[in-house]
Structures are given as C-alpha cells and as structure tokens.
C-alpha cells in the first residue's frame, strides 16, 4: 500500500489551467501504475488518465486526451495532472490512485487519496 495526497485543485475560469499534485509516501513508489480519477456530483467516479510505472507511457480518456497531461517524478515520488483549457464539465473531486498494472480499470487501483476540488466557472 501507498499513502497518496493530492493537492492543487480550486476555482478556476473556463478556458483555464490548473495542475494537481499527488505526493505518495513509500519508497515503493516506482512499482506502481498511477491515474487520475474525478467524480463529479451525482455521478460515478469515472477514469481520467494514467501513467506507467516508468512514465514512459500514458493513457487518457477521450474528454482528457489534448488538453490533459499526467507525469511522474519518481525521485519525488509525486505524480501530476496538468490540465489545460478546463470547461465547466470538468468540474468535480479529483483523485489520484495507484495500481500494480497499468489500466483504466477503477477496481485495480487499490490505493486512494482523499480528492481536491477543482472547479471550473463559465
């Protein structure tokens, strides 16, 4: 298991950029798959992107892929969200997780932060 926590979110204006934050504690950071989940009210918690082990390679959801970027440090053992040209549809409780394999599949994340709040006003 690993101790994840985001940070970053906030009010932002359509059309804006924010970056999350998610620092994990570990020194086994490295043998994790990370991703990016959000739910938004009344919804299901839904894939946003992940990133491999090494970072060498990344997968988005459709409504993510050209305007979202997920990266890794991995001597920081942190992972970003960089996203740009937010719309208000993007407005929901973000979440970091980690998974021994690299896949959008909720179930294999097995470890969660506790989500930041990132809003997008028209």
């Known amino acids: 298991q690993v101790q994840l926590v985001e940070s970053g979110g906030g009010l932002v204006q359509a059309g804006g950029n924010l970056t999350l934050s998610c620092a994990a504690s570990?020194?086994?950071?490295?043998?994790?798959?990370m991703g990016w989940f959000r739910q938004a009210p009344g919804k299901e918690r839904e894939f946003v992107a992940y990133?491999?082990?090494?970072?060498?390679?990344?997968y988005y959801t459709n409504s993510a892929r050209g305007r979202f970027t997920i990266s890794r440090d991995n001597a920081k053992t942190t992972v970003y969200l960089q996203m740009n040209s937010l719309k208000p549809e993007d407005t929901a409780v973000y979440y970091c997780?980690?998974?021994?394999?690299?896949?959008?599949?909720?179930?294999?994340?097995?470890?969660w932060g506790q989500g930041t709040q990132v809003t997008v006003s028209s």
């Open positions: 997780a980690a998974s021994p394999i690299a896949t959008n599949t909720i179930n294999a994340f097995g470890s």
């Open positions: 990133i491999t082990r090494s970072g060498s390679s990344t």
């Open positions: 570990g020194r086994t950071f490295s043998m994790y798959a």
